[in-house]
């Protein structure tokens, strides 16, 4: 049975229609006269315990909306979700015994206590026993590194510090799933990594399914086999993260050092996008010519002292995707 399963689901708002500014609002809103937004638009999927899955799509998406519903704070238009084998608005209490959550943008430490003291009311709230308690809070000190910072108020903690803070509290209670949203927004490369790498430790070793939500595509690309993108509130792709670049990064980029300067390469499959001296960036369609064969017409009239096979950035890709659709 899937941990998560989601079945046509939606959500709409109504908003009062926005003409003559807040007056004319308020008038439309008296009025009876709306608009109704479509925040979530008939999406389905389903989640197997364990995986890490990347959650991604531009601002207003539905992103948010998604996971609240998931969560229980929103309730569905009309759908079917189901968490743990609850409906999540109907059981809220015993679904937030089950799940964490880390919300980049938001905290659920208290601002002025050291954080150990927001982690023993958070064992409270949770009625953890004390044991489970004394060995969670062992294990993530080691592993988050969070000694040198446990006595300090949460306030003093710079974003990196906090941001562990955050990840030890949603863990503290051994959730079956923990969604993040923006983990590892405004941290530096060594923050991101050991974040990256206490991820990817709980779910090998505990199974902890890990939903991602996030702007920043080098977190989906480390963590994450799963991809799914959703734009207008529908999902416009469900699939492994390889297949991306497959379906829609065909293009690639070999690069070349000669032996010495030459003019452009001309190539019937492939064409010449970049020179800097004698290192040449040929760009190729993978449907037309494999990178070996490619190796090998360049070889076989010019000396390489060198050469490298660049491949699309999910970045890149994923942002056609948004302007483009599918």
Same mark, same amino acid.
């Given at each position: ?15 009062? =229609?926005?003409?003559?500014?807040? @007056?004319?609002? !308020?008038?439309? %809103?008296?009025?009876?006269?709306? &608009?109704? *937004? $479509? ?94 308690? =004394?060995?969670?809070?062992?294990? @993530?000190?080691? !592993?988050?590194? %969070?000694?040198?910072?446990?006595? &300090?108020? *949460? $306030? ?112 019937? &499959? ?57």
């Amino acid at each position: 049975m899937p941990v998560i399963e989601v079945v046509d689901l939606h959500k709409s708002y109504r908003v009062a =229609r926005q003409r003559g500014g807040v @007056f004319g609002a !308020l008038r439309h %809103l008296a009025a009876g006269e709306y &608009t109704d *937004v $479509r925040a979530v638009d008939g999406i389905s999927f389903a989640v197997e315990r364990g995986e890490m899955l990347g959650y991604v799509g531009p601002n207003g998406a539905g992103k948010s909306t998604t996971i609240k519903m998931l969560t229980g704070i929103l309730v569905p238009t009309s759908g079917h979700v189901s968490v743990c084998g609850l409906v999540p608005h109907r059981q809220r209490v015993q679904v937030a015994e089950r799940i964490g959550v880390v919300f980049g943008q938001r905290t659920q430490l208290w601002w002025d206590l050291p954080l150990v003291d927001s982690l023993e009311l958070l064992r409270y709230i949770y009625r953890v026993p004390a044991e489970r308690f =004394r060995a969670n809070l062992d294990r @993530f000190r080691q !592993l988050l590194e %969070l000694d040198p910072f446990l006595s &300090t108020p *949460v $306030r003093q903690l710079s974003l990196g510090q906090r941001m562990r803070g955050e990840l030890a509290a949603a863990l503290l209670h051994d959730p079956e799933i923990v969604y993040l949203d923006e983990p590892t927004i405004g941290l530096d490369v060594v923050a991101k990594h050991r974040i990256r790498e206490f991820l990817r430790g709980i779910n090998q070793e505990r199974g902890v399914t890990v939903i991602l939500t996030t702007h920043d595509m080098s977190d989906i690309e480390q963590l994450c086999s799963r991809l799914m993108i959703v734009d207008h509130g529908k999902l416009l792709y469900d699939g492994v993260l390889a297949g991306i670049r497959d379906r829609f990064g065909r293009e690639r980029t070999l690069v070349v050092d000669l032996a010495e300067d030459a003019p452009p390469i001309e190539l019937p &499959t492939a064409r010449q996008v970049r020179a800097d001296g004698p290192r040449r960036w040929l760009r190729f369609n993978r449907g037309d010519v494999s990178a070996a064969e490619l190796i090998a017409q360049v070889a076989a009239r010019y000396p390489l002292t060198d050469l490298t096979i660049e491949e699309p950035e999910i970045e890149a890709i994923i942002r056609r995707i948004y302007e483009g659709g599918l």
